[in-house]
Nanobody, 121 residues
Framework: QVQLVESGGGLVQAGGSLRLSCAAS????????MRWYRQAPGKQRDFIAG???????TYADSVKGRFTISRDNSKNTVFLQMNSLKPEDTGVYLC???????????????WGQGTQVTVSS
């Protein structure tokens, strides 16, 4: 089983920056794609950014040019650098990781507990 632990959330003024981290831990697996989602109160969970094992990246239109996703494969960790934050970026940011169990080749999809990001106007 893969465990995910997010960190780096907090309260920031509009225009500020935050850097989120998500570390995957466990044994006997290989991490593939890693993603960030956001869930605002009363709204659906939205895709924010993703990074493949090849390091190719995708972003939601709402964050292009402001957010950057990256990964450290040696630590099974994904980062989300968030700049020029806006009040509408407020929400719980959740990490989502696809991994392959080495012994069985089963694909696992794991979710973290989330970290709160609040942007004040």
């Amino acid at each position: 089983q893969v465990q995910l632990v997010e960190s780096g959330g907090g309260l920031v003024q509009a225009g500020g920056s935050l850097r989120l981290s998500c570390a995957a831990s466990g044994s006997g697996f290989r991490v593939n794609a890693m993603r960030w989602y956001r869930q605002a109160p009363g709204k659906q969970r939205d895709f924010i950014a993703g990074i493949a094992s090849s390091n190719s990246t995708t972003y939601a239109d709402s964050v292009k040019g402001r957010f950057t996703i990256s990964r450290d494969n040696s630590k099974n960790t994904v980062f989300l650098q968030m700049n020029s934050l806006k009040p509408e970026d407020t929400g719980v940011y959740l990490c989502n990781v696809d991994s392959i169990q080495i012994r069985t080749s089963f694909l696992l999809r794991s979710w973290g507990q989330g970290t709160q990001v609040t942007v004040s106007s």
